[in-house]
């Protein structure tokens, strides 16, 4: 039994038994994820997946038991990898943090910059995504934490410790009429097209639930993953655009207007999103207590093993 073989089962699980999918985010072949898997099996002589020919169709009951416990192997391996990194020199070591463009481009380069100064041994790399992406990295441990809005299913080797809300903005052209609308309404924005957020952001949910309350169609001109990019198609004058507050800057927008949507749309919140069960090295709890002062490392160990872990000498 080797540690590659449980990975690939893991993933191959994680991917809906899409041995294609699996073997993209492994970076191998999908031809050897499928020998690999045989000679697990052979050599426990335990069926892991149901196959209908050469198709992966479902898991076998004790498919699952051993797909859980390699879960759990998967992750004490890593811990003694981050241990023995932390034993041998504490100054060095690579840390992978996934997160959409706006957090990327807006809140964490301040934060980065006090870190790296910190921190200059740790190499930093940034992974982008839309929320479910950014919460499959975790999973598959391509990145050590994620900042990210909720997406619509978290699995439970994850949690998911929140530190922000934030709030929702119109922004439009300066001569665009509803700059003359105050107090902004549903009712008027309903009345444009609109630029938005793509549906795998939760706070595309609170849009749509607001305007259905309110029994208002809309008219979604253009759904983005990024801000910038829904700013930019707003300049262009495709659309009102609804953006979070945050990812605003006045030097580089000053061609747009802000209006505040705040009191139409409920607030979303920011989330810090770790590995169940995963050692943290002691620069992780630097970076997420310059993230959020407010989640202390007794919080975070409790959250992440249950318990507090024994410190390391």
């Known amino acids: ?23 993209e985010r492994l970076h191998t072949a999908q031809s050897g994820i499928s020998t690999q898997i045989r000679l ?20 076998t009951p004790s498919g699952r038991t051993i797909i859980e416990m390699a879960e759990r192997i998967l992750c004490e391996a890593e811990n003694i990898q981050q241990i023995s990194e932390q034993l041998n ?5 690579t840390l992978s943090i996934a997160t959409i463009h706006a957090y990327a481009n807006y809140s964490l380069p301040p934060l980065i910059k006090k870190f790296s100064s910190q921190y200059p041994g740790i190499q930093l790399r940034i992974h982008q995504g839309d929320p479910e992406q950014l919460v499959d990295m975790v999973l598959s441990r391509t990145a050590d934490l994620a900042i990210t809005t909720a ?18 903005a119109a922004i439009t052209l300066p001569d665009h009429p509803l700059q003359n609308v105050k107090p902004l309404t549903l009712e008027a ?14 706070s595309r949910s609170s849009i749509n639930t607001a305007f259905d309350e309110k029994g208002l169609m809309t008219n979604i001109a253009l759904t983005a993953h990024d801000s910038d990019i829904i700013k930019t198609y707003v300049k262009l004058g495709l659309g009102v655009g609804l953006v979070a507050r945050s990812s605003i800057d006045e030097d580089k927008d000053s061609d747009l207007r802000v209006i505040d949507a705040s009191h139409l749309f409920q607030s979303g919140t920011t989330y810090i999103c770790l590995h169940r069960g995963k050692h943290l090295r002691e620069y992780v709890y630097t970076l997420i207590n310059y993230l959020a002062p407010d989640i202390t490392r007794d919080v975070i160990e409790k959250a992440v093993h249950g318990e507090e872990e024994e410190d390391i000498e």
């Open 1 to 23: 039994m080797k540690l590659q073989q449980l990975r690939y089962i893991c993933e191959v699980a994680r991917r809906g038994l899409n041995v294609s999918s699996a073997a």
């Open 40 to 59: 697990l099996e052979e050599e426990l002589n335990v069926q892991i997946f149901e196959r209908h020919g050469k198709r992966l169709v479902s898991i």
């Open 89 to 93: 020199d504490q100054s060095k070591g």
């Open 151 to 168: 997406p619509e299913n978290v699995p439970d080797e994850l949690i998911m410790l929140p530190y922000r809300t934030w709030k929702l």
């Open 189 to 202: 924005l309903a009345a444009y097209p609109l630029v938005t957020y793509d549906y795998a952001f939760a």
